[in-house]
């Protein structure tokens, strides 16, 4: 078995032999547009973070003085604060609906379910700012078809604009609502790469629809869910666009998530300096996140 | 479930029992499935019952659900007041050619990174791996100085440059291409093609369906972004589709009669790029870029 095992190494490298300009030229544009795009930016914006750069050409070096200031600012961690209420609100909620509607669209006994596909997938046609647009258009406080749908029952209508909390709940639904397209195309490719000679077996076992899902659909999926949970995350922290035109961040700055703080900070008060501190501080807790979800995964068998 | 479907094939004589055999096996899938369809849909279809109403009827109390009149003035007024052309074609511009540079780096950098196996492309692969974790928004500050200094300010293509590299589209190709059996490449050399013909003649004309839907999405991002543009567009005669609608919904008094038609006009190049390439979204195998 070892000996079997050890050739096909041993062949590789004369295979590959003396293959240098071709992948360098194929990979050369990658790689000038990595460095000067991410590399570059990510250097001199830890650089200026410990300076008081405000754009112009004179500034001077102040030390850690930047990530002092960032530690006592309020306004910081309660955009961050925010911004992780709204990943751990909405990743959730996005992977139940979005692994139902991948359930419900390969489930053969349910009827239309190619047309069902298209029409989940209009929200990933809608531009953040349009979908931030709709919403806002929705749950207007005096004009919105949602607080109309209430008084029509004879409730009272909600402040979903001036009120923080209920603000959020629309940020929250608007979110789920745009990005449960992709999730859903994500999901169903894995469950159709589900073996379904374990479904047999599991029915000829006596198991119920509820148990094949929970003991054969869901481990069989852990990678995607994983990769959906992931990329929520991600997406969660850089939401942006779709807050701007929702509600600005609003009522205030209560649900101003931390991108924007960013943006706030470093071009509406060209504090690029104090931005910049403010960026690798966040890059820190990014990448503590991401190892964090890699070793939950790799512990877990996926890859 | 599936025997009762067989037995109302085989017994289609007992036609009221084989109709609600039916409806047993196929009613509850099928209501939850419209459900939930209705919930997502229904947003886009408020946007488009409320272009159609007047700005009187707008914020007319009882609301009514389908416009009591029916008019085009809110897309008339939309079309005169806000320069679609230009913005149309700016974004177009913009996506069109990013799209294509997209794909373009994608392929080559995917391919070199699935069939080339040297400590430098293990390397890169693992910063393209660390891209995805770490997305530039957050960097925006200065990256934002670099494309300043490199003069690309308030310029289109200081947002296409930038945008080129996606680690989407390098992961889908690279998981396409490991997928392609090496003896490809070693047959073609044997018959004395150069590496670069492998990868034009061969490798790329094979990789078309990954081709199509990168296209797709990359086009989508492009149409649809927004924080770049913001940045790097100063003057109002270059901005894209989405900072132009970002101003009219940023104003002190939102002029929704004019904004929700607008919205809806916004979409159309979009919605029709997915009628007709909906096979290629729907249907696409996007789980294989993802699994790194």
Redesign the interface.
């Known amino acids: 078995m070892a000996k079997t095992k050890g050739r096909p190494k041993e062949q590789?490298p004369n295979?590959?032999k003396r293959?240098?300009?071709?992948?360098l030229?194929?990979?050369a544009?990658?790689?000038v547009?990595?460095l000067?795009?991410?590399i570059?930016?990510?250097a001199?914006?830890f650089f200026?973070s410990f300076t008081n750069y405000k754009?112009l050409s004179k500034y001077k070096i102040v030390g850690l003085s930047n990530y002092s200031a960032l530690l006592a600012d309020h306004d910081f961690w309660s955009s961050l604060l925010r911004t992780f209420e709204y990943i751990i609100c909405s990743v959730p909620l996005n992977v139940c609906?979005s692994l139902?509607?991948a359930v419900?669209?390969t489930?053969r006994?349910?009827?239309?379910?190619t047309l069902?596909?298209?029409?989940?997938?209009?929200?990933?046609?809608?531009?953040?700012?349009?979908t931030?647009?709709?919403?806002r258009?929705?749950f207007g406080e005096?004009?919105g078809?949602v607080n109309?749908v209430i008084q029509g029952f004879g409730g009272h209508p909600l402040r979903w604009a001036t009120d923080s909390n209920l603000a959020f709940v629309v940020l929250v639904l608007a979110g789920v609502?745009a990005g449960?397209a992709?999730n859903m195309?994500?999901f169903i490719?894995?469950l159709e790469?589900v073996q379904q000679s374990l479904y047999e077996a599991a029915s000829l076992d006596g198991a119920n629809a509820w148990q094949r899902f929970v003991h054969i659909t869901l481990p069989g999926i852990a990678?995607?869910t994983f990769?959906v949970v992931l990329?929520g995350t991600?997406g969660g922290?850089?939401e942006?666009?779709m807050v701007?035109?929702l509600n600005?961040g609003g009522p205030g700055t209560s649900n101003r998530l931390v991108?924007q703080y960013?943006?706030e900070t470093?071009?509406s008060n060209s504090r690029?300096g104090y931005?910049?501190a403010a960026?690798m501080v966040?890059?820190v807790i990014?990448?503590i996140v991401?190892l964090i979800q890699m070793w939950l995964n790799r512990r877990n068998g996926g890859? | 479930?599936s025997s009762a479907i067989s037995q109302a094939k085989d017994a289609p004589v007992r036609s009221s029992n084989s109709v609600w055999a039916r409806i047993k096996?196929?009613g509850?899938?099928?209501i939850?499935?419209?459900f939930?369809?209705i919930c997502?849909?229904f947003?886009?279809f408020?946007?488009i019952l409320?272009s159609f109403k007047g700005a009187d009827e707008?914020?007319a109390v009882?609301?009514s659900f389908f416009p009591r009149k029916w008019t085009t003035a809110g897309y008339a007024e939309a079309w005169s007041r806000i320069d679609f052309a230009r913005y149309f074609g700016n974004t177009a511009v913009v996506a069109i050619i990013t799209t294509v540079l997209t794909v373009m780096?994608s392929a080559?950098?995917g391919?070199?990174?699935a069939?080339?196996?040297?400590w430098w492309?293990r390397l890169?692969f693992i910063?393209?791996l660390l891209?995805?974790?770490?997305?530039?928004?957050?960097?925006?500050?200065?990256?934002?100085?670099?494309?300043r200094d490199?003069g690309l300010y308030n310029s289109l293509a200081g947002i296409i440059?930038?945008s080129?590299?996606t680690a989407t589209g390098?992961f889908m190709f690279r998981q396409y291409f490991l997928t392609v059996p090496?003896e490809m490449m070693?047959a073609a050399r044997v018959d004395g093609c150069?590496?670069?013909q492998i990868?034009l003649r061969i490798m790329l004309p094979i990789s078309k369906p990954c081709i199509v839907t990168l296209a797709i999405f990359s086009f989508?991002w492009r149409?649809?972004d927004?924080?770049w543009p913001l940045?790097i567009l100063n003057d109002s005669k270059r901005f894209t589709l989405?900072v132009a609608?970002?101003t009219l919904?940023?104003a002190e008094k939102i002029d929704?009669s004019v904004?929700?038609p607008a919205?809806v006009i916004?979409?159309i190049p979009?919605?029709l790029i997915?009628m007709f390439c909906?096979k290629y979204?729907?249907g696409?195998?996007?789980?294989a870029a993802?699994?790194?």
């Open positions: 590789h295979r590959l293959q240098i300009a071709a992948p030229i194929l990979i544009p990658a790689i547009l990595y000067i795009f991410f570059w930016p990510a001199i914006g200026y754009g609906l139902l509607a419900l669209v489930n006994k349910a009827i239309g379910r069902a596909r298209t029409l989940f997938f209009i929200p990933w046609l809608v531009s953040p700012i349009i931030g647009l709709i919403w258009w929705m005096g004009f078809i109309q609502w449960m992709f195309l994500l490719t894995a790469n990678p995607t990769m990329l991600i922290i850089k942006f666009a701007q035109s600005g991108v960013i943006y470093g071009f690029i931005a910049s960026s966040l890059l990014l990448v991401s890859r | 479930m096996a196929h509850p899938a099928t939850m499935l419209w939930l369809v997502f849909a947003p886009v408020w946007l409320s707008l914020f009882p609301m780096v080559m950098t391919y070199a990174l069939k080339y196996d040297y492309t890169f910063g393209i891209t995805t974790m770490l997305p530039t928004e957050v960097i925006m500050s200065p990256s934002f100085i670099v494309v490199i440059v930038p080129i590299i390098i090496d070693q150069s590496e670069m990868f989508q149409w649809n927004y924080i940045l989405q609608l970002r919904v940023g929704w904004l929700l919205s916004s979409m979009l919605v997915f909906q979204i729907v696409s195998d996007v789980d993802f699994k790194g």
